[in-house]
């Protein structure tokens, strides 16, 4: 099935003139697996990570049947991908007539919502259906989180009571959910979190049927490194167990990042170097907007046949357009001898990478090849390996480290 088994190989073969997208099939497996697994509740994967069909596919052959929807055209994509998963539209404003889609034509009986008029929304647009799931959103910190979600939604504590209270009566079942933020650092995040459910639950007096988690489950980037998977999951068990909740009532998580980071990386070519900055042929408008807006730092290795002997410098890379945003500050490590003609992999964009491309100025790349080594980082290998062995086994002849 593989005709490239690394990232090496496919660019000494195709010499791609433009990026190539790798992915990683077994890489999703193996994520996927570990949580159906090992989350003590239900994993639904959050689509907007990376919607590929491929990859959508490949979670639910591993046994994810829960997808988490933001909107009617994600809706509409997993329906006709994999028409028997279960949805949750999980967006918490939604356009009317996309609620009113979801559940007469797809099915959709989950639902969240953090104010009454979106209470009311749902209510008007399923015909005071009497069979929903509804999920209150409550605000919760982002602080220990690479990325907040703080700000936007979510119900704020003097207006959860009522909302619950509200919901409890229009819902067949009763949930809250939360999300701490992307890239959660610490489980220490879900354990606040956890907390103002508590508190939520105590103040509303309301039977609560589902405790949804949320997503922001962490990926390993370069100076990322989160403590092992296995300890939110404990946390997160810990604080359920303790909820004022019946012994049936379920708990859920929304994982993105974590499922799908390691899917694909990148293959891009220098164009030009400049000092420290690498013109490369992928950038913000393409699938490195964290890498410019946000200034995430993704792992690179230099792809050449032969290893190069030069010491690891930092750099910062332009992307193709012609304007001054679409750069990427990094810094990248790289051999000091980088030049124009060399090719890179940029690791760890399964998500929120290749998800986020455009067309902007005629730069984007549709070539996927699959290859069957390793991710240049995971959360899923057994024991943390030293960077220079990773890369022989990955097959990239690079130089690593210092
Ligand atoms: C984005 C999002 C997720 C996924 O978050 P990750 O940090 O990628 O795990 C889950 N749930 C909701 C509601 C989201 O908006």
Not at 127 to 137: I, N, P, Q
Request: charged share 25%; with cysteine.
């Amino acid at each position: 099935m593989y005709e490239h088994h690394s990232a090496l190989g496919v660019a000494t073969a195709l010499k791609p003139a433009a990026p190539v997208t790798l992915i990683r099939p077994q890489a999703a497996a193996r994520a996927a697996r570990f949580f159906v697994e090992k989350f003590p509740g239900r994993s639904l994967y959050a689509v907007k990570a990376n919607p590929s069909p491929d990859l959508l596919r490949i979670l639910w052959q591993e046994g994810v049947t829960h997808y988490d929807v933001a909107s009617i055209v994600e809706v509409r994509l997993v329906a006709e991908t994999l028409p028997y998963a279960k949805l949750c539209f999980m967006h918490p404003v939604k356009a009317e007539e996309a609620i009113a889609e979801a559940y007469h034509v797809h099915g959709v009986r989950t639902f969240s919502l953090d104010t009454m008029d979106e209470l009311e929304k749902i209510m008007r647009a399923t015909g005071d259906a009497t069979d929903l799931e509804l999920c209150v959103r409550i605000r919760v910190s982002s602080d220990l989180a690479k990325l907040s979600l703080a700000a936007k939604f979510g119900a704020e504590p003097d207006e959860v009571r009522e909302l619950l209270m509200a919901t409890r009566q229009a819902a067949d079942a009763l949930g809250i959910c939360f999300h701490v933020g992307s890239q959660a650092m610490s489980p220490h995040a879900y354990t606040q979190a956890i907390e103002r459910v508590r508190a939520a639950i105590v103040e509303a007096a309301v039977t609560v049927d589902i405790i949804d988690v949320g997503g922001g489950f962490p990926s390993i980037y370069p100076d990322m490194e989160p403590p092992a998977l296995e300890l939110y999951f404990d946390a997160i068990h810990r604080g359920f167990e303790s909820l004022p909740v019946s012994y049936s009532s379920e708990l859920w998580c929304e994982p993105g990042r974590a499922l799908c980071a390691e899917y694909s990386s990148l293959i891009v070519r220098v164009e030009r170097r400049r000092g420290d900055e690498l013109y490369i042929n992928d950038g913000a408008y393409g699938a490195l907007f964290d890498a410019a807006h946000v200034g995430w730092r993704f792992p690179v290795e230099l792809l050449r046949a032969e290893v190069s002997t030069a010491e690891n410098h930092a750099f910062s890379f332009y992307g193709p357009t012609c304007d001054d945003m679409d750069h990427m500050v990094g810094p990248f490590m790289l051999p000091a001898d980088v030049k124009a003609g060399d090719y890179i992999e940029i690791g760890m964009l399964g998500a929120y990478g290749c998800a986020m491309r455009t067309g902007f100025n005629g730069f984007s790349s549709e070539t996927l090849v699959a290859v069957d080594n390793e991710p240049m980082a995971s959360m899923y290998d057994d024991g943390v390996e030293e960077p220079r062995r990773v890369a022989e086994k990955r097959g990239n002849v690079v130089k690593l480290g210092q």
